[in-house]
């Protein structure tokens, strides 16, 4: 698989996550079928292009701590959305057995896929 194929592939993923859940970058990286790839996953959200619309927010680390310093403009930035959205963020931590995103086998095999409008 291509690069640019993961890439969409993650930002495909990070879309489907719902208002007032999170995942974490390797649950990223597998639902979108990079095993391993939680690394991809980063550096897909580091050069994510002006005006993306991705909720690049919702993706945390896997103990549910938010990846930025916590003096950072990013951590700030982070924080308060997830919080806009109902996410409790507590010392720079989600709790993740609350806030986990846990898709369905339906939610994951049936979804709209706009690759197939295009046809």
């Not at 970058?25 to 979108?32: L, P, R, T």
């Not at 369905?104 to 095999?109: A, H, I, K, Q, R």
Request: with cysteine.
């Amino acid at each position: 698989m291509d690069r640019e194929t993961r890439m969409r592939r993650i930002r495909d993923t990070i879309c489907d996550i719902p208002e007032g859940s999170v995942a974490s970058y390797g649950q990223v990286a597998e639902i979108a079928g990079i095993p391993r790839g939680a690394r991809q996953v980063g550096y897909t959200l580091r050069n994510l292009p002006e005006g993306h619309g991705v909720p690049w927010h919702r993706v945390v680390q896997s103990a549910g701590t938010i990846a930025f310093d916590k003096d950072s403009r990013q951590f700030r930035t982070q924080r308060d959305r997830l919080r806009d959205e109902g996410v409790r963020v507590t010392d720079g931590r989600v709790d993740m057995r609350r806030h986990r995103w846990q898709p369905v086998l339906d939610e994951l095999l049936w979804k709209p896929n706009p690759a197939w409008d295009e046809e």
